[in-house]
């Protein structure tokens, strides 16, 4: 896993485990806009497991114009790739999902947006 200590210029690369039932990604937020210092720019990729494998999740990508709205079923192996919109992710009861992140932009700062009508969930 990639992380701040590792020299390179454009990609971050991590992992997220969800527990089953579980939601990640969440609030829901997006990195599709470059506005320093209050976001940056960054496509990206996950590549999902399911343990057991018949396993399934799903990923909801929107923007908030909706002209993006599509609610997606994660199943092994699966790979999904995108440059714009929120994209949280939801394990289905009792299955594991895990999936492999990776980030490119133009400059290595992740620094997300959330969805203003989720963003309280911070306070909880």
């Known amino acids: 896993i990639m992380v701040s200590q590792v020299e390179a210029r454009h990609l971050l690369i991590g992992e ?5 039932g579980q939601w990640s ?5 997006r990195h599709d806009q470059h506005q320093p210092p209050e976001s940056y720019y960054l496509e990206e990729m996950y590549l999902f497991k399911l ?6 999740g799903f990923q909801r990508v929107y923007t908030d114009d909706r002209r993006l709205d599509q609610a997606l079923v994660i199943e092994n192996n699966d790979l999904a790739i995108f440059k714009k919109g ?8 009792g299955y594991q999902l895990y999936y492999l992140w990776i980030l490119a932009g133009p400059v290595r700062i992740m620094k997300v947006m959330d969805d203003p009508k ?7």
Do not use: D, M, R
């Open 86 to 93: 929120y994209h949280p992710v939801a394990a289905a009861p």
């Open 118 to 124: 989720h963003a309280w969930i911070h306070n909880l």
């Open 51 to 56: 343990k057991p494998e018949q396993g399934f």
């Open 16 to 20: 997220t485990f969800n527990q089953p």
């Open 25 to 29: 990604s969440y609030p829901p937020h």
